[in-house]
């Protein structure tokens, strides 16, 4: 196997992590700001709130991906299992 390829490889897999990871990251983003944002407008000072509502976001977000995130999961190990019986 080349160097080359072992770059290659890294890299796809980088970016396969950063697109996973990329949906339930949003959803807390999103939920949190709005959160903080509704709490400094009211002046309620409950940290549970926020927590609480990221948690249910980045649930949602994970049920809702769930199957796009396994698809892609699936079809990377299928191409590296692939890939292992060509390394000399």
Same mark, same amino acid.
């Given at each position: 196997?080349?160097?080359?390829?072992? &770059?290659?490889f890294?890299?796809?897999? /980088?970016? /396969?992590?950063?697109? !996973?990871?990329?949906?339930?990251?949003?959803?807390?983003? =999103?939920? %949190?700001? !709005?959160v903080?944002?509704? $709490?400094? !407008?009211t002046? =309620? $000072?409950e $940290?549970?709130? %926020?927590?609480?509502? #990221?948690? &249910?976001?980045?649930?949602?977000? /994970?049920?809702?991906?769930a199957?796009? !995130? %396994?698809?892609? /999961?699936?079809?990377?190990?299928?191409?590296?299992?692939? #890939?292992?019986?060509l &390394?000399p």
């Open positions: 196997m080349e160097v080359s390829e072992v &770059i290659h890294t890299s796809q897999t /980088l970016m /396969l992590v950063m697109m !996973l990871s990329m949906p339930p990251i949003l959803a807390a983003a =999103i939920v %949190g700001t !709005l903080s944002l509704v $709490q400094a !407008l002046q =309620i $000072q $940290q549970t709130l %926020g927590f609480v509502a #990221k948690l &249910i976001a980045v649930i949602v977000a /994970l049920f809702a991906t199957s796009w !995130l %396994g698809s892609e /999961l699936y079809n990377f190990a299928d191409m590296i299992f692939a #890939k292992i019986p &390394i």
